[in-house]
């Protein structure tokens, strides 16, 4: 796999809900995953960024306070003027190891110095792991756009 973009953060209490053993709000973990998500796409394309979609986000586990989250972002596909960014989030543990709590797809468009959108470089699918998510990539834009023509009373 390519170079990812790694963010890390400690839960502290203004991210954290008020139950008796405080979780990380998920808006909270939306907002880191989409400014790692956004540094992914603007090294990537050399361009600033704009947010398209969240594609998919999966709360797969809690977080909570005090808990150490490690954010890892790649591009997984482009398009033409767009490109798509896995973002995995990850606890880490003091042992060090990680589990995986949350798995979201971001869909960015690169913009040119007057703010609309201009081609980004291809991605190129080299090893096993990068042709089956690029695929999978493919599979959800076409979702995305089939989901689209429904809302404007299509397909």
Known sequence: MREKTTTVQIVMPQ?????????LFGGQIMAWIDVVGAVAAR??????VTTICIDNLTFLKPAYLNDTVVQEAMVTWTG?????VRVDSMVERLDGS?????RAYVVFVALDDEDKPTTVPPFVPETEEEIRTFHDAEL?????????DEAKGGK
Request: with cysteine.
């Open 43 to 48: 090294r990537y394309t050399g361009r600033a």
């Open 98 to 102: 990680r589990e995986l709590i949350n």
């Open 140 to 148: 959800r834009k076409h979702m995305r756009m089939s989901l689209g």
């Open 80 to 84: 033409r003027t767009s490109l798509e």
């Open 15 to 23: 991210h954290c809900n008020g139950y008796a053993k405080p979780r």
